[in-house]
């Protein structure tokens, strides 16, 4: 479906009523950058693991080597430097400039909002960009981990974690999400099937103190009760009109 003119503007009077805006983003963020998503129809995993075993403390543990196979795999970690910023992550850095106080909070492991120039991204969930010792905490860039089948530390020899939030693993930021939201005057929801918790309460929450909420997403979500506007529609082509 595409975006309508009245979503367009109705989307367009909310930014343009807020100063402090929240912005959840998902995986959906990144697709039109090249990245799949999970749940999409052409998301990248189909296998017979789960997703949530695959990418798990546990099998991390339990299997080094099988675990950061799998993981390249899914998360096309070789390619990860070359992605580039997209019309998405341009509309909200460019919010920033219009002088707009934008905090991001993404689910998304990839390092774009960065790139695009926003200045406050918490990333939930992590970063792909590089990876620590779980010993001794030696962090290790991502060209590193790149060179290296089964990423070792290089001070110490134990196998690498990647800096990303594992299935079985707590959201370290998860207070200060929910607060950036609370304390918004706009919740924006970009990208996300709002299926992966505890992030998909933050819209429940914010929607609870009445703050006004909008998703933008190709697909419907169980959520979508609670935002004030859905466009059910891409994030691209949603940006450049409002930008029009
Ligand atoms: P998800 O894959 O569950 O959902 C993505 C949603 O975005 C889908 O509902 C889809 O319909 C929608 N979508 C896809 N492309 C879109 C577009 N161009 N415009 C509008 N909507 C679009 O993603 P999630 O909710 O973020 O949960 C997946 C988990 O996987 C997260 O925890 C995240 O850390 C991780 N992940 C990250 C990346 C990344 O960093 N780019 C990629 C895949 C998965
Ligand atoms: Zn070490």
């Not at 998301?43 to 080094?64: E, H, I, K, N, T």
């Not at 914010?206 to 933008?216: D, E, M, N, S, V």
Request: hydrophobic share 40%.
């Amino acid at each position: 479906m595409s975006v309508t003119e009245r979503q367009v503007q109705y989307l367009r009077q909310l930014v343009g009523g807020a100063r402090r805006i929240a912005v959840l983003t998902g995986a959906g963020m990144s697709t039109e950058s090249g990245i799949p998503d999970f749940r999409s129809a052409d998301g990248l995993w189909s296998r017979d693991m789960s997703l949530a075993d695959a990418v798990s403390v546990d099998y991390f543990q339990r299997d080094p080597a099988a675990f950061w196979r799998a993981f390249r795999d899914i998360f096309h970690i070789k390619l990860v430097g070359d992605y580039q910023p997209n019309d998405g992550h341009r509309f909200l850095a460019a919010l920033e400039e219009d002088g707009k106080e934008v905090t991001i909070l993404t689910q998304n492991i990839d390092g774009l909002h960065g790139r695009a120039g926003s200045r406050r991204v918490l990333e939930l969930h992590g970063t792909l960009l590089t990876a620590s010792c779980p010993d001794c905490r030696t962090p290790h860039p991502l060209d590193y981990v790149q060179q290296h089948e089964l990423p070792a530390c290089r001070r110490c020899g134990a196998a690498l974690k990647p800096d990303v939030v594992l299935y079985g693993e707590a959201v370290p930021m998860i207070d200060v999400a929910f607060q950036a939201a609370l304390n918004a005057e706009l919740l924006l929801v970009m990208g996300s099937s709002l299926e992966v918790s505890p992030v998909n309460l933050i819209p429940v929450e914010a929607a609870r103190a009445g703050i006004p909420c909008a998703l933008i997403n190709y697909t419907p979500t169980r959520f979508d009760a609670l935002f004030d506007l859905c466009i059910h529609a891409g994030i691209g082509e949603t940006c450049r009109q409002l930008r029009s």
